[in-house]
Structure formats: C-alpha cells, structure tokens
C-alpha cells in the first residue's frame, strides 16, 4: 500500500508516477501481507476458543465427579442382605445416597444413553424413597429429577467399574457387571472415568479429555 500512496504524491506533485507493473506487484504483496495476517489472526483465534471449550466441558466433568464422589461416599445399603450399589454396567450406575436431609435415602440412576455416531449423553435421575418404609426403604417409581449433566462421551468405553484388592501379593481387580440378574455388587470401591471430546474445536482439536477418581464406600 506504501507505494500507492508514494505514486499519487508523486502525481500530484507533476512527477512521474509508477509503472503498471509496480502497482500490480504493489497490490500483490499488499494482498499477501493482509491475508497472512487474517490466518494468523484466525489460528489464534481457533486455537483460544479450542481451550476455552475444551476447559468448559473439562470443569463440567469435574464437577460431576466431584458431586458423584460425595453421594458414593454417603451411599448405603436398603436391606438387610443387600448393598450400597444395586447394579453397574460399563455404562450405568444405580445406587442408594442419603446424602440429603431427607427420610430415607435417594435412589440414584446415572446411564449413557442418547448415542449418535458413537458419542452419548450421560443422564441422572433421582428416586425418593417412600416414606414410612423405612429401615428397609422402598422407593417411588417417578423420579424427582431427571436431567443431562454430560455429554460428547465415547459409547465403547466403560464410564464406570467395580473394584476390589485380591490375593497375596494384592492386585486389584475390576467388575465390568453386576446387578439383580447377575452376582451382587459386593465391592468396596467404584472406578469413575468419564472420557469427553469438544465440540466446535479445529481440525486437531477433537482431543479426548479424561477425568478419573477411584471412590472408597463408606457401608461396604
């Protein structure tokens, strides 16, 4: 742009101006300057809005871990010859939770589902306990909270796990199954891992973000 500028000073002064092909080459390397700028501007701003999204979706798994690990640890068994966790699937989770000041405890369902393309959603729903029915509780068949609390999750990868410490040297050892048609949930720990992946993110910005937390149960 400079020797534009440069060439209509010189005309106006009465000198002779540039060539045809100065200005073209001028306007040129003007083009070229202004469009390496815009693609830096652009990477830049791809790469900031990767983090930013990247981050959200990581604090919300976060934060779902950290509300899961407070009502597995106030988890408690609802009869006599039963336990804390009623059934887990690599992609479900239902226990009991007496983590609110409420008669009897919660029934809480955690569950993949709504999959597409190979990412799913992650679901809740809370089931209060009938009152009355207590010490042995029964629970109501309508929940008091449904909702999404995360979602850009893998379907082929398992969410959640039981785990115990066997034999001599200990190693630990995982249960992928258990449940009412299957042997009992009689674990002492629960393996949570949720694996998530932005959305909206550059080509190269589809990474998958972990977080993971081994919960003890305070009633097994």
């Given amino acids: 742009m400079v020797p534009v500028v440069r060439w209509l000073r010189r005309a106006l002064a009465g000198e002779g101006g540039y060539t045809i092909v100065e200005l073209s080459m001028s306007m040129i390397l003007s083009s070229l ?3 390496s700028v815009v693609t830096v501007i652009y990477s830049f701003s791809q ?3 990767d983090t930013t999204r990247s981050a959200n979706l990581q604090g919300t798994a976060r934060e779902l871990v950290a509300d899961m690990v407070v009502e597995l640890r106030q ?3 609802v009869s006599p010859n039963g336990h804390p966790i009623e059934s887990l699937t690599p992609g479900s989770l239902v226990f009991y939770s007496d983590r609110l000041e409420t ?3 919660e029934r809480i369902v955690y569950e993949r589902r709504d999959c597409a393309d190979g990412i799913c959603e992650l679901w809740v729903s809370r089931y209060p306990a009938v009152a009355g029915t207590g010490p042995w509780w029964d629970f109501s068949d309508v929940p008091v909270q ?3 609390v995360l979602h ?3 379907d082929d990868e398992p969410l959640f796990q039981g785990a115990d410490w066997v034999g001599e040297p200990a ?3 995982f249960i992928n199954y258990c449940g009412p048609s299957g042997p009992v949930c009689d674990f002492p720990l629960v393996d949570i891992t949720f694996r998530t992946r932005p959305v909206g993110t550059s080509e190269g910005g589809d990474f998958i973000l972990e977080v993971q937390e081994e919960v003890r149960l305070r009633n097994e």
């Fill in 75 to 77: 988890a408690e068994r």
């Fill in 171 to 173: 190693a630990k050892e």
């Fill in 103 to 105: 008669e009897g405890p």
């Fill in 146 to 148: 449904t909702g999404l």
């Fill in 33 to 35: 300057i202004f469009a």
């Fill in 47 to 49: 790469q900031a809005g």
């Fill in 152 to 154: 850009r999750l893998p």
